[in-house]
């Protein structure tokens, strides 16, 4: 998968954010070995904490599309309305790290994080960002 396509898809996703509580649009943009990409946007809600993060959108997005496995790369990005993108890297957050873990699991993948920042461009493995993770394996 293309770094910058995925990056791209990532930062068109954050357009599309519902964030009218935080003004931090989030776009996440995940890539399947069958070269098709999956993006999502942060949907935030009257109910601040049932606010859904981009990424994990974007799994439900492949998840319902019936995306069970193959997920190679995983680009994130974000900011405040207007600088999206302009800051520091944006890590997914715990739940999300676990969100992606899912699909991840079980297709026996350890998918490349890019994680967008103005100055650089953060790459680690879905394994560093959540060492021993428990999923669908451990219930086997
Ligand atoms: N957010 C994401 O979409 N992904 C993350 O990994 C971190 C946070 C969203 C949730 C909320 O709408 C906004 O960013 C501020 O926390």
Same mark, same amino acid.
């Given at each position: 998968?293309?770094?910058?396509?995925?990056?791209?898809?990532?930062?068109?996703?954050a357009?599309?954010?519902?964030?009218?509580?935080?003004?931090f649009h989030v776009?996440?943009?995940?890539?399947?070995?069958?070269?098709?990409?999956?993006?999502?946007?942060?949907?935030?809600?009257?109910?601040?904490?049932?606010?859904?993060?981009?990424?994990?959108?974007?799994?439900?997005?492949? !998840?319902?599309? #019936?995306?069970?496995?193959?997920?190679?790369?995983?680009?994130?990005i974000g900011g405040k309305v207007g600088h999206v993108g302009a800051g520091?890297?944006v890590?997914?957050?715990?739940?999300?790290?676990? !969100?992606?873990?899912?699909?991840?699991?079980? #297709?026996?993948?350890?998918?490349?994080?890019?994680?967008?920042?103005e100055?650089?461009?953060?790459?680690?493995?879905?394994?560093?960002?959540?060492?021993?993770?428990?999923?669908?394996?451990?219930?086997?």
């Amino acid at each position: 998968m293309d770094k910058d396509a995925l990056i791209a898809a990532a930062r068109q996703a954050a357009s599309t954010a519902y964030a009218p509580y935080s003004n931090f649009h989030v776009g996440a943009a995940l890539a399947f070995a069958d070269g098709s990409v999956v993006t999502g946007a942060n949907v935030e809600n009257a109910s601040y904490g049932l606010t859904l993060c981009a990424e994990t959108v974007a799994v439900g997005k492949a !998840m319902a599309e #019936g995306k069970r496995g193959g997920l190679q790369a995983v680009a994130v990005i974000g900011g405040k309305v207007g600088h999206v993108g302009a800051g520091d890297p944006v890590t997914p957050c715990g739940r999300c790290r676990q !969100m992606l873990n899912e699909v991840a699991q079980l #297709g026996s993948t350890d998918p490349l994080v890019w994680c967008v920042g103005e100055s650089d461009v953060l790459e680690l493995r879905l394994s560093e960002l959540l060492p021993r993770a428990f999923g669908p394996s451990a219930l086997e």
